[in-house]
T-cell receptor, first 115, second 109 residues
């Protein structure tokens, strides 16, 4: 099993450009998550999907959109990138549903720089 | 919303000694208390977790203790080894988890 995979690993964008970060998991998990990690800030939740077909905002959703394409895939889109979105982005999945928490499995991350 | 604080932010420990990291939280509804380890260039990985009906859990050199009344829980690592050097995050929660800002642990030779 590959676990949680993310593409790309690295990306440089210019201000105003758009891009989509891809995430896939092969563990048949119901829940998937997108986080951003900035120095000294820990991980902050951007969006999550408790099950296929549903998405909810997290702590810092502004400037992002998500799509839960199917049970395996959860993508994060930046429509008009800003320097403040320079960060490392992590996707995670979990077998636990809404209201019940459990282990989250993280991907290797995407390092995004917006110039 | 949940306010999560970790202390200390940086910890240096001699190899073989013990390390303790404390996490305080504000939401009394929190019922899940995990600790994650993040090595350089990788995503976080769960190392131990505990639920609110248990006061302590141990897994070899790692243990977590919970004080629900005082709203804090701690990670204990005994007989530290070089591979324990990493950043550790607590992430307490109810229906959503909130990550602490992390503790960078250095194991000194």
């Amino acid at each position: 099993n590959a676990g949680v995979t993310q593409t790309p690993k690295f990306q440089v964008l210019k201000t105003g450009q758009s891009m989509t970060l891809q995430c896939a998991q092969d563990m048949n998990h119901n829940s998937m998550y997108w986080y951003r990690q900035d120095p000294g800030m820990g991980l902050r939740l951007i969006y999550y999907s408790a099950s296929e077909g549903t998405t909810d905002k997290g702590e810092v959703p502004n400037g992002y959109n998500v799509s839960r394409l199917n049970k395996r895939e959860f993508s994060l889109r930046l429509e008009s990138a800003a320097p403040s979105q320079t960060s490392v982005y992590f996707c995670a999945s979990s077998d636990w549903g809404r209201g019940t928490l459990g282990e989250q499995f993280f991907g290797p991350g995407t390092r995004l720089t917006v110039l | 919303g949940e306010n999560v604080e970790q202390h200390p932010s940086t910890l240096s420990v001699q190899e073989g000694d013990s390390a303790v990291i404390k996490c305080t939280y504000s939401d009394s509804a929190s019922n899940y208390f995990p600790w994650y380890k993040q090595e350089l260039g990788k995503g976080p990985q769960l190392i131990i977790d505990i639920r609110s009906n248990v006061g302590e859990k141990k897994d070899q050199r790692i243990a977590v203790t919970l004080n629900k009344t005082a709203k804090h829980f701690s990670l204990h690592i005994t007989e530290t080894q070089p591979e324990d050097s990493a950043v550790y995050f607590c992430a307490p929660g109810d229906d959503k988890i909130i990550f602490g800002k992390g503790t960078r642990l250095h194991i000194l030779p």
